[in-house]
């Protein structure tokens, strides 16, 4: 149950938003382009960072340049 310490684990990295055109999410309510954010874990598919809500959330790798 890894997703329930993901706030007290080290951050792994920052890494930049670079855009929040979603095609089928509203993204844009929780991230921020240009702002950096700090990846708790990653998957081959998706991203796990701190975001502007306080919590971590889990978004398609596509909107970050890492």
């Known amino acids: 149950m890894i997703h329930q310490t993901w706030t007290d684990r080290p951050t792994i990295r920052t890494i930049e938003c ?4 979603a095609k089928k999410y509203m993204v844009n309510r929780a991230l921020t382009a240009g702002k950096s954010y700090e990846l708790k874990n990653e998957t081959d598919e998706f991203y796990f960072v ?4 306080g919590k971590v959330g889990g978004y398609y790798k596509e909107y970050f340049k890492g």
């Open 18 to 21: 670079i855009h929040t055109d």
């Open 50 to 53: 701190v975001d502007n809500t």
